[in-house]
């Protein structure tokens, strides 16, 4: 089974703390071991892939463009290096610039290569171009079924 993520960056710890949880309970519910795909942003595609690895399963990373890992947040990109180097397969999109764009095609994309989407989502309107609710829109569209994590307690700023 092929997972693929969107959601939340710039989680607080809290949130991040439960948000990890429910994912590996989720993961725990699967008959097989899955392959999850991610854009190993901060935030939820970060715990999803490590979720994901630390179950045993296969991470698929989908780079948005060649300059994506420089607009993250310094401190992810240790995290984001070493999900990379775990990845077993790499999709790179043939954007330069990290835009709403690039990010919303990468999201595209990871629908394409799923069975499912999981959106660790609280529910609200995307802040702009690209953001969870969009790509679980799309998804919606695509005909990929979307399942929703968001658990009791969980918070964005």
């Known amino acids: 089974m092929r997972i693929a993520i969107t959601g939340h960056r710039l989680l607080p710890t809290q ?10 309970l989720a993961l725990e519910e699967l008959p097989e071991l899955p392959t999850g795909v991610s854009c190993l942003a901060d935030g939820a595609d970060a715990l999803f892939a490590r979720a994901v690895l630390e179950q045993g399963g296969e991470l698929v990373a989908v780079v948005p463009a060649s300059e994506y890992r420089e607009g ?3 401190g992810h990109h240790a995290i984001y290096d070493r999900l990379f180097a775990a990845a077993q397969h790499v999709h790179r999109l043939p954007f330069t610039e990290s835009t709403s764009e690039a990010h919303m095609a990468a999201s595209e994309l990871m629908l394409t290569l799923a069975d499912e989407l999981w959106a660790v989502w609280d529910g609200k309107l995307a802040r702009g ?9 799309a998804a919606k569209e695509a005909s990929v079924p979307v399942r929703v994590i968001w658990p009791d307690g969980a918070s964005r700023d």
């Open 15 to 24: 949130t991040e703390a439960l948000v990890s949880r429910e994912l590996a």
């Open 72 to 74: 993250l947040p310094e």
């Open 129 to 137: 171009y690209g953001g969870t609710a969009d790509v679980v829109q």
